[in-house]
């Protein structure tokens, strides 16, 4: 497809405007970018406890207020800009191995999904049903879909909330809340670049340019290009799959309107263009397009797809999108508070159309298509304050959703004879039709048509919430924190199901009955070409009926309290006990007519401390938790019926854990970090697929981990080297009775599901004094650790094509980064 010129003008201005930045000579300006807040004494005459004090002097807004990091009352961890630099992260898919009990599935990322402290999301990507884990950028709720997995730019530091987040987040962050916070324009002129270059071609560029407008405005601009040819290609086409072609701009306008009052325009725009995810077939076949796969598919012969050639055959496969958004926030000071405004739009539209059965065989054809179109709109209003007795925030939000999304399957009219073969047993029909038709001399054949059946939904999403937190200072070291949010939503959803759209086929039925043919076939062919005039595969049995509108509303109201007593041991010792309900709002299931599902609820109890050590520079944090989830929503392959699909799958689930949480500075040139989760979850009163997993894990991990650390040499070349390390670590996927029909534990002897993960990432680079240039070389997953996602039976069930999703290669690169 051709480049849209406003495209090909901000790629030019980007790479150009960042290599000029980089070749330009740079003045010796003072270091613009300390704050009031950063210590600018040399490390060497700082006191023991302010040194110490820094590991963790991070102020977050994870509770609505700005506070330090260790003074807030819930386990978090935090990503900086830094970080994300030093991994080369483009989003937080890319490193969420080192954020352990964070898993986010972005094989394809108009699709993703998110994990949380084993809290999952249901992987449906309907517009029906929310997520349980919240993806919020500047305060303003992502979305569940096309919109929540979008790559960084101009990134400020991410904040990842372990355990339901519903007073203060809302719904949807009932298992955790991920909040991403950008940079906002500074009084200071600022320009920045960076250019890397790297294995498969990779080509990433972003550059930033912060301009004061007058003492009480000023507008920041950033742009972020990400480019590659791909790692793998098609064995018969030389088509690139995993390829990145991404770009998106920010600009952000701030204006002090008077000393009390301070507004803030955002505007977001993002492009994402490129192949689907590679299917990596399991099945061998030879080189005969004709040949169908063996079926029911045997899993001792399956190949291995770390080792397999790669055979994807969908027509105009490709995954798209194209986001916009804008956040207007009015901050206004009162002599007893502050007021703060926030009313955002966003819109989006995808398209991820792909193969699925992981051959190019026309006789077992699969393609799915997932089109959405998405609008919604957030108000929120926040009062807060505090006084010597209290800190409070109280408010209230409202947010409004229009959604349209067409889910479509397309097969061949050769591949609908594998179906009637492989499923409803009477052989290969339209094959046996075409033969007869060849012999008796009539140029006319039934084969080689495409075949879709699609089914459409729309929806409108409204809800309405009101809250408040208040932190009582009840003593000099104890606080009582005590919150309560009640949401009531209320969703409006549609089903149609039309008639399949076959038109070649259906120009040959008419062309035969108009020459009189068809009266002239044997009685079981004119009954299957009959049965063949209607849809297959989305069917009045399976609960889609044709050509029929059906609508649902439904309404839920919930209370979400939350309740945490902290005390301070010492200042720089604290724990606390807490005790959390969050919520997830009910839905439908886009492909099950008049499906409609229940509210998520979980109570989460846990405790914390939350340590300095001054004497060591030593930061050690940890937790210990409890939850009980009733009514998790899953998407799983329902394959007790006739043509198995995906639907939702209720469960109920508890889980007990542990986190840990260390930051160590022995020296000032080394840095050393550590954090851990442990869990162990399990079902609680859950048949699936007609299994009883009662009792059984639900597939989480138990283990994971994540260690860092880095080590910095100065005054080399008039600069400072640094090395940084990073290990990630996850173990592996604990089975039940349903995981092998899902594909996600071991099902074949040829190659692993499931296992333990493990990553490694490092970086060199050398940076000229004051952070004014550098040069870096970095590799991600380091030692080509690669891994076996999962198996998809999609088409296992009715072509025996099951396919493979596997973990990219290592990549590597050397990165120029500039500023004045």
């Known amino acids: 497809m051709r480049q849209r010129p406003l495209s090909a003008v901000v790629r030019q201005m980007l790479y150009g405007g960042t290599a000029l930045l980089l070749c330009a000579p740079l003045p010796a300006l003072a270091d613009q970018d300390a704050t009031p807040a950063q210590n600018t004494t040399p490390a060497k005459s700082r006191p023991d406890d302010a040194k110490a004090r820094q590991l963790g002097a991070i102020t977050v807004t994870a509770q609505s207020r700005a506070q330090e990091v260790q003074d807030v009352p819930i386990a978090l961890q935090i990503v900086t800009a830094k970080q994300v630099d030093t991994l080369a992260a483009t989003d937080i898919s890319k490193m969420d191995i080192f954020v352990p009990g964070l898993v986010v599935g972005a094989t394809q990322p108009t699709q993703p999904s998110f994990e949380l402290r084993g809290v999952q999301s249901s992987g449906n990507f309907g517009i029906g049903v929310d997520q349980p884990v919240g993806v919020y950028i500047d305060g303003v709720y992502a979305g569940s879909t096309g919109g929540a997995l979008l790559a960084f730019n101009d990134m400020k530091r991410i904040e990842v909330l372990k355990g339901p987040q519903g007073t203060l987040f809302g719904r949807n962050a009932a298992g955790g809340a991920i909040s991403v916070?950008?940079?906002?324009?500074?009084?200071?002129?600022?320009?920045?670049?960076?250019?890397?270059?790297?294995?498969?071609?990779?080509?990433?560029?972003?550059?930033?340019?912060?301009?004061?407008?007058?003492?009480?405005?000023?507008?920041?601009?950033?742009?972020?290009?990400?480019?590659?040819?791909?790692?793998?290609?098609?064995?018969?086409?030389?088509?690139?799959?995993?390829?990145?072609?991404?770009?998106?701009?920010?600009?952000?306008y701030r204006w002090n309107l008077t000393p009390d009052t301070r507004v803030l325009l955002s505007w977001d725009h993002e492009q994402l263009k490129q192949p689907p995810h590679p299917a990596f077939g399991l099945i061998p076949l030879s080189s005969d397009t004709n040949q169908r796969a063996p079926f029911p598919a045997d899993p001792a012969t399956f190949l291995d797809p770390l080792h397999a050639a790669l055979y994807n055959d969908a027509v105009n496969a490709i995954e798209k999108r194209r986001f916009d958004g804008s956040t207007l926030t009015i901050d206004h000071s009162f002599g007893w508070g502050s007021l703060t405004s926030t009313t955002a739009w966003r819109n989006f539209d995808t398209v991820n159309l792909g193969d699925y059965d992981g051959t190019n065989h026309t006789v077992d054809y699969l393609e799915t298509g997932n089109y959405e179109h998405n609008n919604s709109w957030y108000q929120e209003f926040k009062l807060s304050g505090n006084t010597d007795l209290i800190d409070w925030v109280a408010g209230t939000s409202w947010y409004s959703e229009q959604g349209r999304q067409t889910s479509e399957a397309g097969v061949t009219t050769d591949s609908l004879d594998t179906l009637a073969q492989n499923v409803m047993g009477v052989g290969t029909p339209l094959t046996d039709i075409s033969n007869g038709l060849a012999a008796m001399g009539v140029p006319y054949t039934l084969l080689g048509d495409m075949w879709r059946e699609r089914i459409m939904n729309d929806e409108n999403y409204k809800s309405w919430a009101v809250y408040g937190d208040v932190i009582w200072h009840l003593s000099d070291r104890l606080?009582?924190?005590?919150?309560?949010?009640?949401?009531?939503?209320?969703?409006?959803?549609?089903?149609?199901?039309?008639?399949?759209?076959?038109?070649?086929?259906?120009?040959?039925?008419?062309?035969?009955?108009?020459?009189?043919?068809?009266?002239?076939?044997?009685?079981?062919?004119?009954?299957?070409?009959?049965?063949?005039?209607?849809?297959?595969?989305?069917?009045?049995?399976?609960?889609?009926?044709?050509?029929?509108?059906?609508?649902?509303?439904?309404?839920?109201?919930?209370?979400?309290?939350?309740?945490?007593?902290?005390?301070?041991?010492?200042?720089?010792?604290?724990?606390?006990?807490?005790?959390?309900?969050g919520y997830q709002a009910g839905g439908f299931g886009f492909q099950q007519f008049n499906s409609t599902y229940a509210p998520e609820t979980v109570w989460n109890y846990e405790a914390g401390v939350k340590t300095l050590f001054p004497e060591a520079n030593l930061l050690l944090n940890g937790s210990i938790y409890h939850y009980r989830y009733l009514n998790q929503q899953s998407l799983i392959l329902f394959t007790d019926t006739t043509i198995p699909h995906y639907g939702i799958s209720s469960s109920n689930e508890q889980a007990t854990g542990a986190e840990l949480e260390l930051q160590w500075q022995p020296i000032d040139a080394l840095q050393i970090g550590f954090n851990a989760a442990y869990i162990d979850q399990t079902y609680l009163n859950t048949v699936q697929n007609g299994i009883d997993v009662s009792g059984q894990p639900t597939g989480v991990p138990k283990y994971s981990f994540a260690a860092h650390a880095s080590y910095t040499w100065h005054d080399v070349a008039n600069g400072d080297v640094s090395f940084n390390w990073t290990y990630g670590y996850r173990s592996k996927t604990r089975c039940n009775a349903g995981s092998q029909s899902q594909g996600t534990c071991q099902i074949s002897p040829s190659f692993p599901v499931g296992t333990a993960q493990n990553r490694t990432d490092v970086r060199l680079g050398w940076d000229a004094a004051h952070d004014r240039w550098g040069v870096a070389v970095f590799a991600s997953n380091l030692f080509n650790h690669r891994y076996v996602y999962g198996v998809d039976n999609t088409a296992a069930q009715v072509f025996g094509t099951p396919y493979a999703n596997i973990m990219p290669p290592r990549t590597w690169g050397v990165e120029l980064h500039a500023k004045l």
């Open 181 to 252: 916070v950008t940079n906002e324009p500074s009084d200071h002129f600022e320009a920045e670049g960076k250019l890397r270059f790297g294995n498969y071609g990779e080509r990433y560029g972003d550059a930033l340019v912060n301009i004061p407008l007058s003492r009480d405005a000023a507008v920041r601009v950033s742009v972020m290009d990400n480019q590659s040819d791909g790692w793998v290609q098609d064995a018969a086409t030389g088509k690139h799959y995993g390829v990145n072609d991404d770009w998106g701009t920010r600009v952000v």
């Open 479 to 581: 606080n009582l924190t005590t919150g309560v949010r009640f949401t009531h939503d209320q969703k409006s959803f549609s089903w149609y199901n039309p008639p399949r759209d076959a038109p070649q086929f259906d120009a040959t039925v008419l062309a035969l009955n108009n020459a009189g043919i068809t009266a002239m076939l044997p009685p079981e062919a004119q009954y299957a070409l009959a049965a063949f005039g209607q849809n297959v595969i989305f069917t009045q049995g399976t609960g889609s009926p044709v050509g029929v509108l059906v609508n649902a509303d439904r309404s839920w109201t919930d209370v979400s309290p939350r309740a945490v007593l902290d005390y301070k041991f010492t200042p720089n010792v604290m724990g606390y006990v807490s005790v959390a309900k």
